[in-house]
């Protein structure tokens, strides 16, 4: 007998969005952090069109995942085919289908009222193609990570229902904290097409001191705690799993040129609890659920903030027994690119040159604490792991004989997004209180308080339609600007 899709309360809000966005727009992106349940989502939005009479077709960004999201439709009750050789559940006849985009390279594939995406920010050529070859569809892109480059040409709307912060709170993802020890000379990595080099990456962490190192750290902090560890390259990850070992923690890897039995073995000695720490390149970054996890450690550098949120996102799956994830931060990556929680979207990328003022020179960075390495978030200057505090002396941070450049203090702003959700729940409440709604499904009195509280409208770059649930901030915030408004009129 087949399962019901049991939606949690904000999956079914995330769908409800998608529905609204989709009355104005035929190419929407939705983007869903990691562990919020996108499959499970896209299983209920594929069962809704099919009841409608409507084809869809599920495109997964590897051939193991047609496989999971076949077996995930099977208990669903969804019927439907996977495109690929000699699977026993290919059927074209099927109203949905399930393929990779690897197979519809070599196989084409149909038309569909529905097409749905996952993985949405690695556009290949054959997505590209299936967009632009099918016009009158409805295409939904599914990604935590939106922020790739030239996705607004074939996207032209997108959608973030809920931050990761609400996430936390609604106890859909856990939160995190951030160590980052500086045990490598990061000055020596170089930059080619726009990220680190392997090359120099492994000239920099492949060392028998600084692997050394990392496993010290993790023993120190994190010590018999369910790990996940990025490398390199193969070669690196095998000697990070050497040195585990020799320090008497059981540790394995997994990579892309195994063989498919030994992977399994890895994966399956991981997931058991047979094994403590699992060791990576890439290949535990998508497709792989393994919530008891803990820890991340990443012993390599980025320039990509796709990379780093996937990466991170591997711990901060719920369990029962977890209350939060510890991030190790070997790379510099938070220090150099920020949380991505933080992280300023101004919007999907249409391949066009920022305007002057949406480049991000003044942004203020996460510094590491100079006494325990713990990575504190902007405009935090008591360390909140060890209670020590910086002096501001001449712009240099003083401990244990050590200076480090501290930038300046400055006033607190809101991000984009910040403002995005401000402005989202002023047109909830307006929506919730009859008030009356102008063209596009924007209000004028939530315009109004939006300038009274920013000192200018809402930019071009922020959807004025998107609502969502009116948080205490905001409350307080129309609480207040009501009482003035009483006052005035009894003065």
Wanted: aromatic share 8%; with cysteine.
């Amino acid at each position: 007998m087949a399962a019901e899709i049991e939606l949690k309360a904000l999956q079914v809000e995330m769908i409800d969005e998608l529905r609204k966005a989709m009355q104005k727009s035929k190419k929407v992106i939705l983007q869903a952090s990691t562990g919020v349940g996108k499959t499970v989502i896209a299983a209920s939005i594929t069962k809704s069109a099919l009841a409608k009479g409507k084809t869809v077709l599920f495109i997964v960004d590897r051939i193991i995942l047609a496989q999971q999201t076949s077996d995930m439709f099977l208990n669903y009750g969804i019927p439907h085919g996977v495109i690929q050789a000699k699977h026993e559940r290919f059927d074209i006849s099927q109203p949905v289908q399930v393929a990779s985009i690897q197979t519809i390279k070599h196989r084409g594939c149909n038309a569909a009222d529905l097409i749905i995406i996952d993985e949405a920010h690695v556009l290949h050529k054959a997505h590209k193609e299936i967009i632009k070859n099918n016009p009158t569809s409805y295409i939904v892109g599914l990604t935590a990570t939106p922020y790739a480059k030239e996705l607004g040409k074939y996207f032209d709307h997108h959608i973030r229902p809920f931050s990761p912060q609400k996430l936390v709170e609604e106890k859909y993802l856990v939160a995190y904290d951030v160590f980052g020890p500086t045990i490598a000379d990061l000055k020596k990595l170089k930059v080619v097409a726009g990220e680190f080099s392997e090359e120099s990456q492994s000239e920099t962490f492949d060392k028998v001191d600084i692997i050394g190192n990392v496993v010290k750290t993790w023993k120190k902090i994190t010590p018999g705690r369910k790990t996940i560890v990025f490398g390199v390259n193969v070669a690196h990850i095998k000697n990070l799993v050497d040195q585990f070992m020799v320090a008497g923690i059981s540790a394995t890897q997994i990579n892309a040129y195994q063989p498919d039995w030994e992977r399994k073995e890895a994966l399956d000695g991981y997931l058991n609890g047979m094994t403590t720490v699992l060791c990576s390149v890439d290949a535990a970054v998508k497709g792989f659920d393994s919530p008891d996890t803990e820890v991340c450690c990443l012993a390599t550098a980025t320039r990509s903030m796709i990379k780093l949120t996937q990466t991170v996102g591997r711990a901060l799956r719920i369990f029962p027994s977890k209350k939060q994830a510890t991030i190790l931060d070997f790379g510099g990556n938070f220090e150099r690119l920020g949380f991505p929680d933080d992280f300023e979207f101004f919007g999907l990328d249409d391949g066009k040159k920022p305007k002057a003022g949406e480049r991000k020179k003044w942004e203020r960075l996460p510094k590491v604490c100079p006494s325990c390495d713990f990575v504190k978030p902007v405009g935090v200057r008591t360390c909140p792991a060890c209670g020590f505090t910086p002096n501001f002396k001449e712009d240099v941070e003083v401990a244990e004989g050590e200076l480090k450049k501290l930038q300046r203090k400055t006033v607190k702003e809101y991000t984009i997004e910040q403002k995005r959700s401000f402005l989202a729940q002023l047109n909830q409440y307006a929506a919730d209180h009859n008030m009356k709604m102008g063209k596009g499904g924007c209000f004028g009195w939530s315009i109004y308080k939006y300038k009274d509280k920013f000192g200018v409208v809402p930019s071009g770059k922020i959807d004025w339609s998107l609502r969502e649930p009116v948080g205490e901030e905001v409350s307080r915030y129309i609480t207040y600007q009501n009482i003035k408004y009483v006052k005035r009129r009894i003065i």
